[in-house]
């Protein structure tokens, strides 16, 4: 009963905090190799989507919002050193940049959220936040069976 337990809890966390909160946790917890993948997996996954979904439908709102609120003239755009930035990691390093860096970096709701403003391809993002769970869930789960 206890165990079930503790994959609740990895599963629950993987959704938000995936390399610093649930692959450690769960590697803790003495899961083995393929346990940790499929439980802290299969948590980012279910997270992504929510996310995602929940990213899509925040921003378009807030536009909704902000056409309503607009002057018929819209104001001219002024590029500040913020927005700058911005579109200078936007256009080195893009999606699979972003995707890499939010399970590790990021939590997941912030990453996803980035991911769907900057890129408005829902199922592209999807396709490559999984791939980047994936990716950090068996490198770190692979760190326990090499070092010990």
Known sequence: MED???IILVWLLSTVKFVFGAVPLALGFGFSFFKTVVVTSTGGFVGVVVFVNLSAWT???VKNVAEKRAVKKAPKKIFTRRNKIIVQVKRKFGLP???LLTPLLLSIPLGCF?????FEDKQRVTVYMFSSIL???V???SYKL???
């Open 139 to 141: 490198a770190i789960a």
């Open 59 to 61: 921003i378009k709102k």
């Open 114 to 118: 980035l991911a769907v403003r900057y």
């Open 97 to 99: 940049g972003i995707a």
């Open 146 to 148: 090499f070092i010990h």
């Open 135 to 137: 990716f950090w869930s």
């Open 4 to 6: 079930i337990w503790q």
